[in-house]
C-alpha cells in the first residue's frame, strides 16, 4: 500500500466499475449539480454526508460530487474517480461515501485527518485527480467502535460539537456501528419510577457521568451523586442527538440493553420478583440482579425499552453483558436467564441484535446455550492480547468481530500489538465456516493513537494481510502531508518499538511511572497494566531524533505537533523505567550523593515533562474539567461533577475500591497532573528517603490517598490553552536524554 492507489489488475477495475455504475439507480446521480429523474427517489440522502466533509474540508468540500449506490447482498463499497477538483465518491450509505473520501484523502492527496491530529493544511486549493478508479468493499459487516468504558476515560461531558466530530472520524474510516451510552440513565430513571422508587431516590442511586459506564456494567452504584433531573434530561437530550446523527449517515446507533440491574429493596417494592445479590466489585457494593426468568422481569424490561425508543428512537443493536467481571448467577439458570433476556429484547426491538463484550471468561458456553446465536455479535477485547485463541469453538459459531484494547483507562502510553491484527484478522475470517464477522475497535479510551485507529480499521477494508512497514512509510507522509525520509525513519523506529508489541500476555504497552504512586520498588501506575517495558525503548528516542529533522515544511501541520509532543513524552517517559532502580540501589547502599544525584535527574524530568505536555492542547487537564463544571445547573452540582472529573483520574473511587486497586488506573501525563499531582508527590517522597538516610532514620508513612484525596476535591482551575514552543521542548528532550548517565 502507499499513498495512492494501488491498481493491480486493469480487468478486474473495469469490472467493478461495471458493478458500481449499474447498482446506482435513475436519478441518484449526485448531491450536487445532477438532475434527478422524477421516476426514482434517490437511494439515499448524500446530505449528512455532504454536511460532514464541509465540516471537515470547509470550502473544498465542494469539489467533491457525493454518488448513492444500492448496497448488494456483497455488502458496503465505495469508488472514487474523476479529474483534477472533480472527484466523484461512490458508495452505499452517507457514512461510505465518507470512508471513500477518506481513502482518496489518504491514498491520493496525501494527507491525513487522524483521531487526532491532521495535515489538512498541506492540502493544494486544486484537489489532485484519481488515477484510475480506487475501490474498495467491505470485507466484513459489522465494522464496530467504542468501549463500555469510553464515555468514562474519554469524557463524560464532551458537547454535540465533539461527538459530531468523532462520529465524522469514525465514518471517515469505514466505522459504521457506534455505542452510545450517553444518557442512558434516563430509561432506568423514568422506567423505575413506575416500579415503587422516587426519582430522589434514583437520583441518589445513579452514579455521577464519569462512573456511569460501570453501573451499566452492574460494578458498582451511586458514586459521586446525587445527580440532577436538569443533568439526567440534558444528556438523555445529547444522546438522542447522538443517535440520530449516527442514522443519519447510515451508521447503527448501538444502546444499552436491559439485563436486569435494580436498586435495593427492589423485590419487596414487587411481589413475585427475585433479585440475587452481586456482592463486590474492587471495593464496590455492586447493584442487584433482578432474575430475569422471574415475573417482574418482562414487565421492567418492556417499560425500560419503551422508555427508551420514546426518547432515543429505534435500534436494532443493544449491547449488555451479564454477570460482568464476577458477578455470580445465585441459584438462577444462567442458560434460561440469557434466553429470558434476548426473548425481552426481541419483544421489544423484534430481530435485534445482542451485542456482547469477549472478556476474561465471558460469554460461557452455558450462556451461549441459551440464547438464538445468530442475533448475537461478540465483540472480541482480547483477539490480540492471548496466543492460541479458538473463538470459533469456544463460542460454538456464535457471530464475532476481531477486537483489540490497545490501552487501560485511556493512558497516554504509545504502542499497540499491530503485528497480531492484520495476519490474525485474516487468517480467521479466512478459515473454513469462520463465524468472524467484524472488527471491533475497544480501546478504553480514544483520541490518543492516531496510528493504531488508523490501522485497525483498515482492517475491514483490505483484501489481505497488510505489509506493515510499507504501510508505516506511507502513513509517515501523509501523516504530515509529504515524503519526508526522517519522517519515514521515525515511524519505521516506532513500528519496531512500541507499535512492534507481541502478543501473548498483554494488549497495551506498560504505563509511566512518573504517574505512579511513589515507592522505590513500583513497576508500573495502574495495577492491571505491563509491570515492565513491552520494547526496546531506544527505538522512540531514535524517532525522537528523527521527527526533530523532518522538514520544516512538515512541521507545520496539526498531525506533527501532536506527534512530535507525544513521542518526546514516551521517551522521557521510558527513562523512568531506568532511573529507579538506580535510586533504589543508591538507597539501598546508603549511597547519598549517588541517590541525590539520580533525584534530581529525576525531578527535572518531571519538571521538564510538565512544561512539555502543556504545550498541546491534547495534553492539558484544563479543558477536562472545564467541561465537567459546565453542565452544573449551581455552584454545588459543578463542584460535584468536577470531582467526578478529577477522581475517575485519579483515587477512581473513595478509599475502599481506591486502595483495592483502582487508583491511579487511568493516569495519564497531562498538564496539571503532571505538575500538581505526580511530580510534588515523588518529590515529597524522595525528600523523605533524603531525610532517612540523612538521619539514620526509617520514612515517615505517607497516607497516599487522602493527598490524592484532596487534589480530587480542589477546585483550583488549570490552562486551557497550551504554552511554550512545542519545537523547543521536544530538542530539550532529546538532549537531557542524550547526556542523561547510566543510573
Not at 11 to 17: D, E, I, N, Q, S
Not at 170 to 195: C, D, I, K, S, W
Not at 201 to 226: D, V
Not at 483 to 507: F, Q, V
Request: neutral net charge.
Amino acid at each position: 500500500m502507499g499513498s495512492r492507489p494501488i491498481l493491480r489488475c486493469r480487468h478486474v477495475l473495469v469490472l467493478v466499475v461495471l458493478v458500481v455504475a449499474t447498482a446506482v439507480t435513475p436519478g441518484a446521480l449526485s448531491d450536487r449539480g445532477g438532475t434527478a429523474s422524477s421516476a426514482a427517489a434517490p437511494v439515499f440522502d448524500p446530505a449528512p454526508a455532504r454536511a460532514s466533509l464541509e465540516r471537515l474540508l470547509s470550502s473544498r468540500a465542494r469539489q467533491f460530487t457525493l454518488i448513492p449506490v444500492e448496497r448488494p447482498e456483497s455488502g458496503d463499497y465505495f469508488a472514487v474517480s474523476g479529474g483534477a477538483g472533480r472527484i466523484q465518491v461512490r458508495g452505499t450509505s452517507p457514512a461510505t461515501l465518507l470512508a471513500g473520501a477518506g481513502r482518496y484523502l489518504e491514498r491520493v492527496a496525501g494527507v491525513d485527518i487522524g483521531w487526532p491530529g491532521d495535515s489538512l493544511g498541506r492540502l493544494p486549493a486544486v484537489l489532485p485527480a484519481v488515477p484510475g478508479t480506487l475501490t474498495r468493499s467491505a470485507n466484513v459487516p459489522h465494522r464496530y467502535a467504542l468501549n463500555d468504558t469510553d464515555e468514562g476515560y474519554s469524557g463524560a461531558y464532551r458537547d454535540f460539537e465533539t461527538y459530531r466530530r468523532d462520529i465524522d472520524l469514525m465514518a471517515l474510516h469505514g466505522v459504521n456501528e457506534v455505542f452510545v451510552p450517553t444518557g442512558a440513565e434516563y430509561p432506568y430513571y423514568r422506567a423505575l419510577q413506575e416500579f415503587g422508587y422516587g426519582a430522589e431516590e434514583l437520583r441518589s442511586w445513579i452514579p455521577a457521568p464519569g462512573h456511569q459506564a460501570w453501573w451499566l456494567l452492574q460494578n458498582m452504584s451511586g458514586f459521586a451523586g446525587p445527580v440532577s433531573e436538569q443533568l439526567i434530561e440534558a444528556r438523555a437530550a445529547l444522546g438522542a442527538r447522538i443517535a440520530r446523527q449516527l442514522r443519519s449517515l447510515g451508521m447503527a446507533p448501538v444502546l444499552p440493553g436491559y439485563f436486569g440491574t435494580v436498586p435495593p429493596g427492589f423485590a419487596e417494592r414487587n411481589p413475585g420478583a427475585v433479585t440475587v445479590p452481586q456482592g463486590k466489585w474492587v471495593g464496590f457494593d455492586r447493584p442487584d440482579w433482578l432474575d430475569p426468568t422471574g415475573p417482574v422481569f418482562d414487565r421492567l424490561a418492556a417499560a425500560y425499552y419503551r422508555v427508551q425508543r420514546e426518547r432515543f428512537g429505534d435500534g436494532d443493536m443493544f449491547k449488555m453483558d451479564l454477570l460482568h467481571e464476577g458477578g455470580t448467577a445465585g441459584g438462577v439458570d444462567v442458560a434460561a436467564a440469557a434466553g429470558a433476556v434476548q426473548r425481552a429484547l426481541d419483544t421489544a426491538r423484534p430481530g435485534a441484535t445482542w451485542v456482547m463484550l469477549g472478556w476474561q471468561k465471558n460469554p460461557t458456553a452455558a450462556f451461549l446455550s441459551g440464547v438464538d446465536r445468530d442475533r448475537v455479535l461478540i465483540v472480541d477485547g482480547l483477539s490480540d492480547r492471548y496466543d492460541g485463541l479458538d473463538r470459533e469453538t469456544e463460542w460454538g459459531g456464535t457471530p464475532y468481530a476481531f477486537g483489540s484494547i490497545a490501552n487501560f483507562g485511556g493512558h497516554t502510553s504509545l504502542g499497540a500489538n499491530t503485528g497480531a491484527w492484520g495476519g490474525r484478522f485474516h487468517s480467521w475470517r479466512s478459515a473454513p465456516g469462520s463465524a468472524l464477522r467484524g472488527i471491533a475497535y475497544l480501546p478504553e479510551a480514544t483520541g490518543g493513537n492516531p496510528a493504531g485507529f488508523d490501522l485497525f480499521t483498515e482492517l475491514a477494508w483490505e483484501p489481505g494481510p497488510v505489509d506493515q512497514r510499507a504501510w508505516f512509510a506511507d502513513y509517515a507522509a501523509r501523516r504530515y502531508g509529504g515524503a519526508d525520509p526522517h519522517a519515514a525513519a521515525a515511524w519505521e523506529e516506532l513500528r519496531r518499538g512500541p507499535y512492534g508489541m507481541a502478543p501473548g500476555t498483554w494488549s497495551e504497552p506498560q504505563d509511566s511511572l512518573f504517574t505512579a504512586r511513589p515507592s522505590l520498588t513500583a513497576t508500573g501506575s495502574a495495577r492491571w497494566s505491563p509491570a515492565f517495558s513491552r520494547y526496546d525503548a531506544t527505538t522512540v528516542e531514535r524517532a525522537l531524533a528523527e521527527l526533530l529533522r523532518v522538514a520544516p515544511a512538515l512541521r507545520t501541520t496539526d498531525a506533527y505537533r501532536h506527534d512530535l509532543v507525544d513521542v518526546a513524552r514516551q521517551a522521557l517517559t521510558n527513562r523512568g523505567r531506568v532511573l529507579l532502580p538506580g535510586i533504589r540501589a543508591a538507597y539501598d547502599a546508603k549511597d547519598l550523593e549517588r541517590f541525590r544525584t539520580l533525584v534530581r535527574e529525576w525531578n527535572s524530568h518531571t519538571e521538564l515533562l510538565g512544561r512539555l505536555v502543556g504545550s498541546d492542547r491534547r495534553f492539558l487537564l484544563g479543558p477536562w474539567l472545564e467541561s465537567a463544571r459546565s453542565w452544573g445547573a449551581d455552584p454545588a452540582e459543578r463542584d460535584r461533577l468536577e470531582y467526578d472529573a478529577r477522581s475517575i483520574l485519579t483515587t477512581w473511587g473513595g478509599r475502599g475500591p481506591s486502595e483495592a486497586g483502582l487508583r491511579d488506573y487511568a493516569n495519564r501525563e497531562w498538564d496539571g497532573l503532571v505538575r500538581d499531582l505526580y511530580a510534588p508527590r515523588w518529590a515529597a517522597y524522595f525528600a523523605s528517603l533524603d531525610t532517612a538516610l540523612a538521619t539514620g532514620r526509617a520514612p515517615v508513612a505517607v497516607d497516599w490517598f487522602a493527598k490524592d484525596d484532596a487534589w480530587a476535591r480542589d477546585h483550583r482551575s488549570y490552562p486551557t490553552a497550551p504554552t511554550g514552543d512545542f519545537l523547543a521542548l521536544a530538542e530539550e528532550v532529546r538532549t537531557v536524554l542524550a547526556k542523561a548517565p547510566e543510573a
